[in-house]
């Protein structure tokens, strides 16, 4: 099958066991959203789909090939938008974006990196150190890479957090419109989905002992 | 490569330009430990001689431990880590790139304030010489090494003791070949062998640290 496949993942962490032999395929053309309780592991699941951490056992396959040798194939088409924000507060939001699009080999064009900074409601802001703006103003910046770098695959931990509710609208809609271009994203929320987001898999994770 | 200087070392520069504050707290000590020792000790010159290699280049390893810590503090926290190892790029690149810029907005000043040391602990201009080849060959090395352990604690609060006890240890061979050579340059005596072996521990520093850095830091994400 196309697309990202987990292939039995276990994960524990402190001698806790968060999942077992969990298998799911993420396809291009689809919205996993990830739901579960505080501590069930869903920012874990997450990490082990960015490679940031190794599973304890099973394996992750790209397009039928073993992720860990398409692996900069994969962080091509890959955008993580994880629970830390990763802009530096020190920095503007126009330089935070421009130096992130240096990093992942994205072109960077100011003007379009102006349109989206607007787009998110930044008009302004663009070249105040980021961390003069508020939490949802800092998580604004952070999401705009969704609209800079051209990526199947987007991963996206909590990205609602200190969203207010246009901005929460504006990201569901462009999630939606990410599937519909046969963009494949797995998110995780407190807050159920709303119908902005169109279509979606749920994928529940339980709280273990 | 392009993505390196336009990511990683513009970036890095832009920072430390911003928080020049930050940078310039480890060489206030620095300076502050010199300029104690002789008021400490007495303006005698013989002694002041004696121990000034000694006093510069311990001043310089306790300000490298302070300073190392910011090497990759704020990118962990703030999550800039992640996005990093996520990039596509080589980790042990980035973090070569991260060094070189560390060196050279924490330790290529030291070089500029040398003379002043030099003049406080009356150094002759031979071991003057000879004081600022071995800090060139080792500050590089401080740094170098120096990140393999802020990689592995990076991920702990209160890393910084840690970061001390894990260092110093490492950091003696260094110690005693710089200031070996000072006291050679000192005597008149060629010190081309110490400066040689400096040279090679940094070397090696070069090949393989990126690498062990780039292990660390990947254990620290686990």
Not at chain 2, 96 to 106: G, I, T
């Amino acid at each position: 099958m196309a697309g990202l496949a987990a292939d039995n993942l276990t994960c524990i962490k402190r001698d806790r066991v968060l999942f077992t032999d969990l298998s799911f395929c993420l396809s291009p053309g689809q919205l996993i959203y990830l739901r579960g309780p505080n501590g069930a592991g869903k920012t874990s699941l997450l990490r082990i789909l960015t490679g940031l951490s190794a599973p304890e056992s099973g394996q992750l396959m790209l397009n039928e090939e073993p992720l860990d040798k398409v692996r900069d194939r994969f962080n091509q088409q890959l955008i993580y938008v994880g629970h830390k924000a990763g802009i530096n507060g020190a920095l503007t939001a126009m330089e935070n974006l421009r130096f992130w699009c240096a990093q992942h080999s994205t072109d960077f064009n100011a003007q379009q990196a102006y349109e989206v900074l607007a787009r998110l409601g930044l008009v302004g802001l663009e070249d105040v150190p980021v961390r003069m703006l508020s939490a949802g103003q800092q998580r604004r910046v952070a999401l705009s890479r969704l609209w800079l770098k051209q990526a199947i695959y987007w991963i996206l931990d909590e990205p609602f957090t200190a969203l207010d509710t246009d901005g929460i609208e504006l990201l569901e809609t462009h999630m939606r419109e990410h599937v519909a271009n046969q963009g494949a994203i797995i998110t995780t929320s407190h807050q159920p989905l709303s119908k902005h987001a169109g279509p979606f898999t749920e994928l529940a994770l339980e709280y273990r002992l | 490569m392009n993505t390196l200087i336009n990511g990683i070392f513009k970036r890095d520069m832009a920072l430390a330009f911003r928080q020049r504050s930050e940078l310039a707290q480890p060489l206030m000590f620095l300076l502050m430990v010199i300029t104690l020792f002789p008021l400490g000790i007495g303006p005698g010159p013989v002694t002041l001689q004696k121990i000034g290699p000694g006093v510069i280049w311990i001043a310089a390893i306790l300000s490298s431990l302070l300073a190392m810590e910011r090497l990759f503090r704020d990118d962990f926290w703030d999550g800039s880590l992640e996005q990093y190892m996520l990039s596509g790029q080589s980790v042990a690149a980035i973090a070569a790139v991260k060094v070189l810029v560390h060196w050279l907005v924490s330790f290529l000043p030291l070089a500029l304030f040398s003379p002043l040391l030099a003049l406080f602990l009356n150094l002759t201009v031979d071991m003057y010489i000879a004081l600022m080849l071995t800090l060139l060959l080792g500050t590089p090395l401080l740094s170098l090494v120096g990140a393999i352990a802020v990689g592995l604690t990076v991920g702990l609060q209160r890393g910084g003791v840690l970061l001390a006890l894990l260092l110093i240890p490492v950091f003696i061979p260094l110690l005693i070949f710089a200031t070996s050579a000072v006291d050679s340059a000192a005597l008149q005596l060629p010190y081309r062998a110490q400066l040689a072996i400096i040279g090679a521990m940094l070397m090696l520093a070069m090949a393989s640290a990126p690498f062990a850095i780039a292990y660390a830091l990947k254990v620290s994400q686990n």
